[in-house]
């Protein structure tokens, strides 16, 4: 009778434990009947949740107390519905609603509850873009943020500021947060098929919580999570790339001769006797016998190929003509392929991808290949206990040639700098034809192994010395982020997070034994390995609760502990027997082995407290402390604070009737943030700036000792950042056009500068904190549905951005850099101070420029002209930063069509062309057979004939310093390009009958197709954030064509 009793007493047990959860089901449709897949149907006041299938529908089990649901997707209104069986919802679209969600330090938050500032790029926006660096996707696509690629080789990040550039001798980059945690590794090693989202935080209201590190803004990272049905998706693209901008045209072998000769005639004329030491009877007959000895390699068949008139005489040919650009510049090729596995319930959730790409650039051996793979899980153990795991890894090799500075090895440099009367092979001077090695193979010819002797950049040929010099990068990086999430009681959560990434990378150099820089070592390799831990552990509390149905209030509490650690070891040796044997061992003389480490470590704690009055009225308020290792006892800690507020109109009474306006929210907010990433000159990180630094090995009366280089400073603290933001969000005609304005102002203060010391310390200076920089300007971003039909829809999107800069405390007024800037109070930085150029004296073809002249009697300064560079006058003439940005895209589909384009435009700034300028160069002597312009043909020649009145004579020697840095070469930086073009279809489900295949999509896409800039063969991007040239790997222009299929 007992265990009767005891089992009807289990039955009824059982019966009400199920009796406390029931599933429902129901569909989500938008408002055209369409069913919305992926859409997240969350229940109110609970972590429970799914998401809908491709179809639109969802099923989930519901506690007893479970009374709403939440239903929300990207671009549609988030709805709260009470509860029902079989339930069909209809979504409203938002363009750039207020409902949206954005990811802010430590937690999300509702867009409409937001007092700050962020900018959003979703993964719809570059999913078909083919990038090696997730941060190329930012520019046109986030107001405020300037991205500049300055260079097109794979694998490498663009430089990227945040609101302007708020500092002179420390770090300017934002601040990377990946999933929560800090990340300091190269972001071209993370896939960009994995991210969700990109957050711009800009103002101090959202960044001020990551204290210190958050001065120039933040880049919040979220990697994609599966939801809903398990689905497997697989991707691949095939793309081709040229360079974005055709190249300065050169001219050809007969004009070079030619223009040499003219050069040469000229200097005989205003050098007295010069021709009659060669015994010429004139100036023309010296430059004819002159010219081929000069360029020593005469393709033309002919000992004298240049008569008295400056032509080619008669039975002169091109016997050769290299076009260098064949063999060292190539068509780029790129192959990206993907997969993932996705799904989840309301329990658990997880994403695992793995992805391959192979992008080789355009200069010969420039290549970037990556492996990539993530596995991310978050699972709800039970009702009050949630865990998770974000675990990635990636290995990438970049095969990185020279780019940049002298041509002897690179690539880029070679091509603008050699002209074509220099073979690439070894030719025979008299009849041009290739001479064979002893194995009948072509030789290359380095300028000094055949019968003639190159009088540049000899010896080299990067034709054949780039293959047998490698240099290569190779990364490996571990990313682990592990979290446990607790529910205390009821709105009260304790979270704990460690993320610890592992990087090793490794830089190989390797020069070959027989030409170039390792021919006098009997070749030599260099090899530098640098291993890197970065630990951040994460404690917070928060609690989340609404009082009275009207009164919400979120408070964050936590603190952090951060550890950063680096060693380095490099070695070098030399004397290798066997070449292309590049390991250190094969080397007879070990030359150099070095090893070094850093330590950094950080203690924080921060709080956060977010209250919002009936939805209408909103404050935050925020506040952090760190302590930190890079400055002394009396100044390691610092306190960074911000306070928002917004109003939400909308949501007032005398609001009601106005149906135009669906949202409209006014915002402010002010705080301050810091920056401690000091920097060397030579842009490496200083982790103790306060301590006096030593240079060894000096030699005083015959005893070694050392010197202090810099002297220590104790005070030295943080640079600061004050930032005020006011702007407003709005969304009207039934969320049709949606955007915001934003008007802000930062002050960057206690930066970093070496203040000069008196004479008599024996010291040049020490560093303090006493430099000043502000940034202000305004921001808007606008979001329309143009059309909105049942097959076609059109929508615009367009960001504006106008910053200025400005530099308002230095050490001294000013502080004299190179020929090309000045630091100068009431000036901004990346400035041009610059001598002015005043074109040719049409007299005798010298160029000049101005020079301000003071009257000694009357003090009064006027302007006049030089001819002596040295004397001329330096002015200000701009600066590189842009007067303004923006980025304008437009999306279209029609059916199963989709059309995206994207628009940006540079306004102004300045750009200096020191490749131009190369090209430009009037000195043959100095550096003979190197190419010309071109635009050199118009060139003064006489009074009667003076050019373009800006091109000035040709001579053999640089006492004209007619190409020395001056506005004769610095142009204007305005320009605009489309980024991109994407042509895509996705096929209808109904095609694919019984295969289990839910979506498949094709499509084209066209990256940096047009270029509209003034100004022929210059990349308006290579200057970088500084404006100037230096022979760099230009932005790329890439066709690809792509299928993704998800099953």
């Known amino acids: 009778m007992r265990k009767i009793a005891f089992l009807c007493s289990l039955l009824f047990l059982c019966g009400q434990l ?18 919305v897949p992926g859409a997240s149907v969350q229940i109110k006041g609970s972590r429970g949740g799914t998401s809908t299938s491709t179809d639109g529908t969802f099923s989930i089990s519901l506690p007893a107390s479970a009374k709403r649901l939440v239903i929300s997707s990207v671009n549609f209104v988030t709805q709260e519905i ?6 069909t919802v209809t979504l409203k679209a938002g363009a750039g609603s207020l409902d949206e969600v954005v990811v802010t330090a430590y937690g999300t938050t509702k867009k409409k509850a937001f007092t700050g500032t962020a900018s959003v790029v979703n993964n719809d926006q570059f999913k078909d873009l083919q990038v090696s660096s997730i941060t190329n996707v930012l520019q046109g696509n986030a107001s405020g943020v300037l991205v500049v690629n300055s260079t097109g080789q794979p694998g490498e990040n663009p430089d990227i500021r945040i609101r302007g550039i708020g500092s002179v001798n420390a ?49 919040q990272i979220t990697t994609k999570s599966g939801k809903g049905t398990p689905k497997v998706s697989i991707s691949g693209v095939r793309g081709y790339s040229k360079r974005a901008v055709n190249d300065y045209k050169y001219v050809n072998n007969a004009q070079l001769y030619g223009l040499t000769w003219e050069a040469l005639r000229n200097q005989a004329n205003i050098t007295p006797g010069l021709a009659a030491s060669i015994g010429a009877a004139s100036s023309e007959d010296y430059a004819s016998q002159s010219v081929a000895g000069v360029l020593v390699y005469n393709p033309f068949g002919v000992a004298q190929p240049i008569g008295p008139d400056g032509k080619l005489v008669s039975g ?95 690539v880029t440099g070679w091509v603008r700098t050699v002209s074509g009367i220099y073979p690439e092979f070894v030719r025979d001077p008299g009849t041009g034809a290739l001479i064979l090695d002893a194995a009948g193979k072509k030789q290359f010819d380095y300028g000094n192994n055949g019968p003639l002797h190159r009088p540049i950049l000899t010896p080299g040929n990067p034709a054949g010395t780039t293959a ?48 170039g820089d390792g021919a006098a070592y009997g070749g030599r390799s260099e090899k530098t390995r640098t291993n890197s831990v970065t630990q951040t552990f994460t404690n917070m509390f928060t609690y989340d609760n609404t009082f009275a149905d009207i009164h919400h209030i979120n408070v964050v509490a936590g603190m952090e502990a951060f550890r950063f650690h680096q060693g380095v070891v490099d070695a070098e ?138 002297p220590a400073n104790g005070r030295l ?63 808007i971003d606008l979001t329309s549905v143009n059309v909105k039909t049942r097959d076609f829809e059109w929508s615009t999107s367009v960001n504006f951005s106008k910053i200025t800069n400005k530099i308002t405390q230095l050490p001294q007024k000013s502080i004299t850099g190179a020929n090309y800037s000045n630091l100068i109070v009431g000036q901004p930085l990346n400035n041009f101070y610059i001598r002015e150029y005043a074109g040719v004296d049409l007299t005798d073809g010298a160029p000049m420029w101005w020079m301000d002249q ?45 059309l995206t384009v994207l628009l940006y435009i540079n306004f102004r700034g300045k750009i200096y062309d020191a490749n131009y300028a190369s090209l430009m160069y009037s000195a043959v002597g100095n550096t003979p057979g190197s190419n010309w312009s071109v635009d050199v043909l118009n060139r003064w020649q006489s009074p009667s004939n003076p050019g373009d009145g800006k091109t000035p004579r040709l001579t053999t020697t640089t006492d004209d310093q007619a190409n020395s840095a001056s506005t004769r070469f610095l142009f204007d930086d305005t320009y605009m390009r489309i980024r991109n073009i994407t042509l895509g279809y996705t096929f209808p489900k109904s095609i694919f009958g019984t295969a289990k295949i839910n979506s498949a999509r094709v499509y084209v896409d066209l990256q940096n197709p047009f270029t509209f800039y003034k100004y022929k063969g210059l990349d308006p991007e290579e200057g970088g954030l500084v404006g100037v040239t230096n022979n760099g790997s230009v932005v790329y222009k890439t066709f690809s064509a792509g299928l993704s299929v998800n099953f």
Do not use: C
């Open 18 to 35: 199920l009796a406390q959860t029931r599933t429902i089901s129901g569909k989500i449709l938008d408002e055209k009947g369409n069913p």
């Open 468 to 515: 047998q010099n490698p240099t290569t990068y190779d990364r490996y990086v571990t990313s682990a982020n592990a979290y446990g999430e607790a529910q205390i009681i009821s709105g009260l959560k304790f979270r704990t997070q460690y993320a610890v990434d592992l990087f090793q990378n490794q830089y190989n150099s390797y020069y070959n034994p027989f030409v």
């Open 316 to 410: 002169a040919k091109n016997l050769w003509s290299e076009d260098w650009g064949k063999d060292l510049i190539r068509t780029g090729q790129r192959t990206d392929i993907n997969g993932s596995v996705s799904g989840g319930s309301d329990k658990t959730r997880y994403f695992i991808s793995g992805g391959y790409l192979d992008d080789q650039g355009l200069p010969i051996q420039s290549d970037f290949k990556r492996y990539s793979a993530r596995f991310k899980v978050d699972t709800k153990v039970n009702d009050w206990l949630n865990v998770g795991i974000n675990a990635s890894g990636s290995y990438s090799t970049q095969n990185y040639p020279i780019q940049g500075g002298a041509a002897y090895s690179n």
């Open 854 to 898: 003071t009257d000694a009697t009357t003090g009064k300064t006027t302007r006049v002209v030089t001819k002596q560079w040295s004397a001329a006058t330096r002015y200000y003439k701009g600066t590189s930063l842009p007067d303004w940005i923006a980025g304008v895209t437009n999306t279209a589909k029609y059916k199963g069509f989709d």
């Open 717 to 779: 603290t943080w640079e600061h950042q004050k930032t005020l933001d006011l702007g407003v969000d709005f969304a009207i005609l039934k969320n049709r056009l949606s955007g915001s304005f934003t008007w802000f102002s930062r002050k960057s203060d206690k930066l970093l500068f070496n203040r000069p010391l008196p004479p008599s310390s024996g010291l040049d200076g020490v560093n303090d904190n006493i430099g000043t920089v502000t940034n202000k300007g305004i921001e």
């Open 171 to 219: 770090g300017a980059d934002p601040f990377i947060v990946l999933d929560g945690a800090p990340f300091g590794g190269s972001l071209s090693n993370i896939n960009p098929n994995d991210i969700e989202s990109i957050t711009v935080l800009k103002d101090a209201s959202s960044t001020a919580l990551y204290g210190s590190r958050a001065a120039n803004g933040i880049l």
């Open 82 to 87: 009470d509860i029902t069986e079989n339930m």
């Open 573 to 710: 040796s030399r004397g290798f027997t066997f070449p292309g044997t590049t390991e250190l061992a094969y080397g007879s003389t070990p030359y150099t082995a070095n090893s070094y480490s850093y330590d950094n470590r950080m203690v924080s704690y921060f709080g956060r407290v977010n209250y919002d009055l009936g939805e209408k009225y909103h404050l935050s308020a925020s506040l952090r402390r760190d302590g930190s290792s890079r400055f002394s006892d009396s100044a390691r800690w610092g306190d960074n604070w911000s306070i928002g507020g917004a109003w939400s109109i909308n949501k007032e009474d005398f609001m009601s009737g106005i149906t135009l306006i669906n949202d409209l929210k006014l915002r402010a907010s002010y705080g301050t943030t810091g920056n401690q990433a000091f920097l060397d000159n030579n842009g490496n990180v200083v982790y103790f700036p306060y301590l006096a630094t030593y240079s060894a090995g000096a030699n005083i009366a015959g005893y070694a000792g050392s010197l202090i280089a810099n």
